[in-house]
């Protein structure tokens, strides 16, 4: 004998309960990306012209030899005063006694020293072993003038750094303006939260 299903039909699935609206971190985490973005900014910005700004070591144009020691990570940048005329340097490595070969620095490159005038990369070198001995021309308009040697400026790692200086922040500024718009959505269209049970 077969049994009929009882005339009232199958029993009726009960709604799922709404989603609660998401916690108010989320609030938090978009804000706190937006601020990364302008300190990303800000940081990648300083370390983009550090190479103009870094200087190893303070050299002064009396015609004397000077030993200094320097950073052997990439070429140097000998930079003198614009308003003085190019000084004629010479380069020795103390550790090998040959004279380094100076050269152009293939563009031009200035940074602001404030009311002295500005800065420009006047020779190119290679660092050898870091252990120099410079010397350079005395200039009549300012017997105590000096030149200062620091990193060359890469022009790769500084294209990198202007891009990665837009991209990054760029990004963690939309990633936190989406965070806060979606959960504004959500926070609006869901029930809160009920507390829970003692």
């Known amino acids: 004998m077969t049994q009929l299903p009882p005339p009232y039909g199958p029993s009726p699935v009960p709604p799922r ?4 609206r998401p916690s108010a971190w989320w609030f938090g985490l978009g804000i706190a990306l937006i601020l990364s973005a302008v300190a990303a900014g800000v940081g990648l910005f300083v370390w983009t012209l550090s190479a103009f700004l870094q200087t190893d070591v303070e050299v002064v144009r009396d015609g004397e030899a000077h ?15 614009d308003f003085e005329s190019r000084p004629s340097c010479s380069v ?3 550790a090998t006694g040959d004279e380094i070969e100076l050269r152009r620095p293939g563009g031009e490159f200035r940074r602001d020293s404030g009311t002295a005038g500005d800065w420009v ?7 050898g072993s870091g252990d120099l001995e410079v010397s350079c021309t005395a200039t009549d308009s300012s017997p105590l003038s000096t030149v200062e040697i620091g990193p060359a ?3 790769g790692s500084f294209v990198v750094g202007i891009l990665a200086t837009i ?11 989406a965070v806060l718009l979606v959960t504004g959505i959500l926070w609006s269209v869901r029930p809160a939260r009920t507390p829970a049970a003692p």
């Open 153 to 155: 400026p890469r022009i």
């Open 167 to 177: 991209v990054v922040p760029l990004l963690l500024f939309l990633a936190g303006v």
């Open 92 to 94: 020795v490595d103390r």
């Open 17 to 20: 309960p709404a989603k609660p």
């Open 67 to 81: 030993a200094v020691e320097v950073s052997t990570d990439g070429d140097l940048m000998l930079w003198s005063y």
């Open 121 to 127: 990369g006047t020779w190119r070198f290679d660092p």
